[in-house]
């Protein structure tokens, strides 16, 4: 067993989830306004059949824009942004750049509006 004072007493995707909501907070500190209702989640994978619109991969996130009776929508993919990521920086980097992208994508802006730090 392990003691709730270290690191290892939260799994992998509980870590993921913190990291998660510590970039949304940011971001909805700057773009409140323009999130509002906007829903954040975290899912292992995503489903096997792509979307229409994407190509090349698999994806790391997804915007599902707003629809009658449904919030917009945000999803970011545990398994392959930690696939990518070296280590505990990288993985943080990468979270901020797939939830960057996403809201870009949801507000119809270029990423770098969005967070000036995004890396691409």
Request: net charge negative; aromatic share 6%.
């Amino acid at each position: 067993m392990v003691p709730p004072s270290l690191p290892a007493y939260r799994t992998r995707a509980e870590r993921f989830d913190d990291t998660v909501l510590e970039e949304v907070e940011r971001l909805e500190r700057r773009w409140a306004d323009e999130l509002e209702g906007t829903e954040f989640a975290v899912e292992d994978v995503p489903p096997s059949q792509p979307a229409p619109w994407e190509r090349g991969g698999v994806p790391l996130g997804r915007c599902f824009p707003a629809d009658v009776g449904t919030a917009a929508r945000i999803v970011v993919y545990r398994r392959p942004v930690e696939t990518r990521a070296v280590d505990e920086g990288e993985l943080a980097e990468l979270v901020r750049d797939v939830l960057v992208e996403q809201v870009a994508h949801l507000l119809s802006r270029p990423p770098e509006d969005v967070d000036p730090h995004y890396r691409g």
